[in-house]
């Protein structure tokens, strides 16, 4: 199997409701966040790649121009804008590109990542 990855990078606002008092994302903040789409295939195609890395800056085009600056709140409703939920959605938005996805990993700080594997 060949795997290959592609880094893409934007910032949100986001607040998390439902957590208990106290709990420092349910405040209002922002995260520059690191998104990291993953796709495999058993075959190369006749170019030798699972997919040529270019087609995937439609990717980095939805991010900049939906999702970039952005409070996700408003794009994804209150109970989804945790990382875990974002890589799913990301996915969904990927694997209707690219059948070749297997896992986006989302990271809202240096040491954290979330990743939706089906
Ligand atoms: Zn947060």
């Given at each position: ?45 006749s ?53 070749e996805?297997s ?16």
């Amino acid at each position: 199997m060949y795997t290959i990855t592609k880094e893409f990078n934007f910032s949100a606002s986001h607040q998390l409701f439902g957590l208990p008092d106290g709990h420092p994302c349910a405040r209002l903040h922002g995260h520059n966040y690191a998104v990291v789409i993953e796709l495999q295939a058993a075959e190369l195609n006749s170019h030798g790649f699972v997919r040529d890395y270019r087609q995937l800056s439609a990717f980095k085009t939805y991010l900049e121009e939906e999702v970039d600056h952005r409070h996700l709140n408003d794009l994804f409703g209150n109970a989804s804008v945790t990382a875990e939920h974002l890589a799913r959605h990301f996915f969904a938005w990927c694997q209707a590109r690219w059948p070749e996805m297997s896992a986006v990993r989302v990271s809202e700080s240096a040491r954290t990542w979330a990743e939706y594997r089906p």
